[in-house]
């Protein structure tokens, strides 16, 4: 009996290390390209520093928002951190429909790398600029006074959380590029849907002062789960860390599953 189940989970974990094999050689493609444009981070980067330096700053003088004994600057520091994750991520899809075009997609479906493994290895590039950019928004954020944890696990913990909510977010955008199938046409459903996704979730302000359908859009918006890992992390603030951890796993699996699904239609 022992022989007989010793088969199977060896094919099983052969199958698991060529998976990770071949998702860990797409990231290191994505990153390589990164590496020949690093202006890229520092151009979208712009915004979301913007949004800390100009808007935080203002909003703290002001006391518009009601964030309890925290202030506003902490509180929307982490909130910024999960926007600019989001900004990078959304429009990943162009980048897989620029390939259709110039052939490299259809070239890399007919290998045998899963197109699970091609879309997981997408999403996690897509994590690792965003995870570039949170530390350059948490040395900002530091040097503007925000009170932030130094805890290695935490800091640690920060980073898991940006990179599955970024592999969710560009899962979404493939997944919007499968069905569009145009550039032009991703671009503006990008648009339409970043700022509803950022405004309808806790970056800027607490659920409790949102009207009661925002509130309902931001309870199944991953990206209010972002948040709130975000700043249970960084700044201390009450939250269900499990919680937050597993919606943001289980969308990044949704995700990638759906984006798998609909990426062979997206090279016909």
């Not at 201390?236 to 599953?257: C, E, H, K, M, S």
């Given at each position: 009996?022992?022989?007989?189940?010793?088969?199977?989970?060896?094919?099983?974990?052969?199958?698991?290390?060529?998976?990770?094999?071949r998702v860990y050689t797409l990231c290191l493609v994505e990153m390589q390209k990164l590496r020949h444009d690093r202006t890229e981070l520092l151009t979208r980067a712009i915004q979301p520093v913007l949004w800390l330096v100009i808007f935080g700053t203002t909003f703290s003088r002001i006391h518009a928002i009601p964030t309890g004994n925290v202030p506003y600057l902490d509180y929307l520091a982490p909130g910024i951190i999960a926007q600019s994750a989001l900004f990078v991520s959304i429009f990943y899809g162009i980048q897989i429909i620029w390939e259709r075009d110039a052939g490299?997609?259809?070239?890399?479906?007919?290998?045998?790398?899963?197109?699970?493994?091609?879309?997981?290895?997408?999403?996690?590039?897509?994590?690792v600029r965003s995870m570039v950019q949170a530390v350059m928004i948490t040395i900002v954020a530091a040097l503007l006074g925000v009170s932030l944890t130094w805890n290695p696990l935490k800091l640690l913990g920060m980073l898991i959380v940006v990179v599955l909510g970024?592999?969710?977010?560009?899962?979404?955008?493939?997944?919007?590029?499968?069905?569009?199938?145009?550039?032009?046409r991703l671009m503006g459903i990008g648009q339409a849907i970043t700022m509803?996704?950022?405004?309808?979730?806790?970056?800027?302000?607490?659920?409790?002062?949102?009207?009661a359908w925002v509130r309902a859009i931001s309870r199944v918006n991953p990206l209010s789960y972002e948040v709130s890992a975000l700043r249970g992390?960084?700044?201390?603030?009450?939250?269900?860390?499990?919680?937050?951890?597993?919606?943001?796993?289980?969308?990044?699996?949704?995700?990638?599953?759906?984006a798998s699904a609909l990426l062979r239609r997206l090279a016909q």
């Open positions: 009996m022992s022989v007989q189940l010793a088969v199977p989970l060896g094919g099983w974990a052969e199958s698991v290390t060529r998976m990770g094999s490299v997609l259809t070239k890399l479906l007919v290998t045998p790398t899963p197109r699970a493994a091609l879309v997981t290895g997408k999403a996690f590039a897509a994590g970024s592999a969710f977010f560009a899962c979404l955008s493939v997944t919007i590029a499968g069905i569009v199938l145009k550039r032009d509803p996704l950022f405004f309808a979730s806790n970056a800027l302000y607490p659920v409790s002062v949102m009207p992390l960084l700044i201390g603030a009450p939250t269900n860390l499990w919680l937050d951890f597993g919606v943001l796993v289980v969308a990044a699996i949704l995700g990638i599953a759906t």
